[in-house]
């Protein structure tokens, strides 16, 4: 089993669309997480932390649930700009600051 | 957030060779880590650079192939060592600074292995 699975995607939404993205980890014992997002050949962008109650950043909710070991992405108004993949990340339990990354979701937002 | 460039920010380079590349970060770090990003793949951690000692190597890497240095605290290189075609990828280093647990990555090396 990966240690951070996400949703395969790819994901094509209209502008304006709410679209939420889901992953789940393995460790039960994982302490951070994050929302990284990456654009196409280019490197992993910090989106945001998520907090265990849940965190909001404008557009963006995040919400973490360690009894499931689940994490969701929100994002709401869709913009073009926010076509890109998103990467779950996870730093696992005694592993300093390392961290593990699930394979992304694609999205497309068209117009 | 830390301003972090690598170089060289591409390479083709011939089977059996050496690419050294080099991660220079504009403040003083707590950590610095080099991923590899296959095509079509996520991140994969290859070591954590450790400042003054040996680095500390993920399961399926090793020194001989990837030495990496870290002479202080706000540089590091990593070397791919008698490289492959398999050896193609992206190869990025991170950072977390001082007070944060956040992660930061540099833009990446493109190494494609003739």
């Known amino acids: 089993r990966k240690e951070v699975e996400q949703d395969p995607g790819p994901f094509n939404v209209p502008e304006g669309a709410t679209v939420a993205f889901n992953c789940t980890y393995s460790?039960?014992?994982?302490?951070?997480f994050f929302w990284y997002r990456q654009d196409c050949r280019k490197e992993p962008k910090l989106l945001m932390s998520?907090?265990?109650s849940g965190n909001e950043d404008g557009r963006f909710t995040a919400q973490l649930n360690r009894a499931s070991q689940y994490i969701s992405l929100l994002i709401r108004d869709s913009k073009l700009s926010d076509s890109a993949t998103y990467l779950c990340?996870?730093?696992?339990?005694?592993?300093?600051?390392?961290?593990?990354f699930g394979k992304g979701t694609s999205l497309l937002v068209t117009p | 957030s830390a301003v972090i460039s690598q170089k060289p920010s591409r390479d083709i380079c011939q089977r059996g060779t050496s690419l050294t590349i080099q991660c220079q970060v504009d403040?003083?770090?707590?950590?610095m880590f080099w991923y590899r990003q296959q095509p079509g793949q996520s991140l994969t951690l290859i070591a954590t650079?450790?400042?003054?000692?040996?680095?500390?190597?993920e399961s399926g890497f090793v020194i001989d192939k990837f030495p990496i240095s870290r002479p202080n605290l706000t540089f590091s290189t990593l070397t791919v060592s008698n490289m492959s075609p398999e050896d193609s990828s992206i190869y990025l280093c991170?950072?977390?600074?001082?007070?944060?647990?956040?992660?930061?990555f540099g833009p990446g090396t493109r190494l494609t292995v003739t």
């Open positions: 403040s003083q770090v707590t950590m």
């Open positions: 460790n039960s014992a994982s302490q951070s």
């Open positions: 990340v996870v730093n696992p339990a005694n592993s300093g600051y390392a961290l593990n």
């Open positions: 998520v907090y265990s």
């Open positions: 991170s950072v977390v600074e001082r007070g944060s647990y956040e992660q930061y």
């Open positions: 650079a450790n400042q003054g000692s040996e680095a500390t190597y």
